[in-house]
């Protein structure tokens, strides 16, 4: 079955950067795009940015383009985002998804999976 | 960027009763490219519709997505005690992908 695991929480001062890992399994991770969304305590949704995992084209977020990275490891199946110049307002839980379809079949439609959060704690 | 705006906030409704929730778009997004969401406490989001109309695998038939251009709807037709939660609406048709702000269906 499809699952994505996250790495565990972080609590980071402000001015540092976190890096968050997400693990597939279940699939062929090349084939799919994964995204990163956020959600700060209380609040909606927000999306980070995606990467192809195949060719490692990413697109990202005007709001965060100066300050995320995303990237990934095809022999590990695992997608990263890195989020540098954290302020107290990224505190918030950071999801990552994958894509309904293979991208060959279609452009992102829909997160079918998610992996289970990881909350990024911004304070000095 | 395009600006999603649910409505209402939210909705108070009793088991049994049906639900409509609304997605207005700032700028025309095509069907293709426009999803639903479910949300409960502690738990990530789960996919509901995509394509504006199309369930996504395991949904319940009580669920059903609509609309074009700029007016979205999703449409709960028997509210069971575990639909109480909050939805999002989602747009793929332009960079950056956005979500609205949200909709929870609380009983009443």
């Given amino acids: 079955q499809v699952q994505l695991v996250q790495s565990g929480a972080e609590v980071k001062k402000p001015g540092a950067s976190v890096k968050v890992s997400c693990k597939a399994s279940g699939y062929t991770f090349t084939s799919y795009t994964i995204h990163w969304v956020r959600q ?3 609040q909606g949704l927000e999306w980070v940015g995606w990467i192809h995992a195949g060719n490692g084209n990413t697109k990202y977020s005007q709001k965060f383009q100066d300050r995320v990275t995303i990237t990934r490891d095809t022999s590990a199946s695992t997608a990263y ?3 540098s110049g954290l ?3 990224d505190t918030a839980v950071y999801y990552c998804a994958r894509d309904l379809f293979p991208l060959i079949v279609a452009p992102p439609m829909g997160y079918t999976y ?3 959060g990881t909350l990024v704690t911004v304070s000095s | 960027e395009i600006v999603l705006t649910q409505s209402p906030g939210t909705l108070s409704l009793s088991p049994g009763e049906g639900a409509t929730l609304s997605c207005r778009a700032s700028q025309s997004v095509s069907s293709t490219y426009l999803a639903w969401y479910q949300q409960k406490p502690g738990q990530a989001p789960r996919l509901l519709i995509y394509g504006a109309s199309s369930r996504a695998t ?9 609309g074009s251009g700029t007016d979205f709807s999703l ?3 028997r509210l069971e005690t575990e639909d109480f939660a909050v939805y999002y609406c989602q747009q793929f048709g332009s960079s950056p992908l956005t ?4 909709t929870k269906v609380e009983i009443k």
């Fill in chain 2, 58 to 66: 395991d949904i319940p038939d009580r669920f059903s997505g609509s």
């Fill in chain 1, 40 to 42: 700060a305590p209380g």
């Fill in chain 2, 75 to 77: 449409t709960i037709s």
């Fill in chain 2, 99 to 102: 979500f609205g702000g949200g």
């Fill in chain 1, 114 to 116: 998610w992996g289970q």
């Fill in chain 1, 87 to 89: 302020r107290s307002e």
């Fill in chain 1, 81 to 83: 985002m890195d989020l």
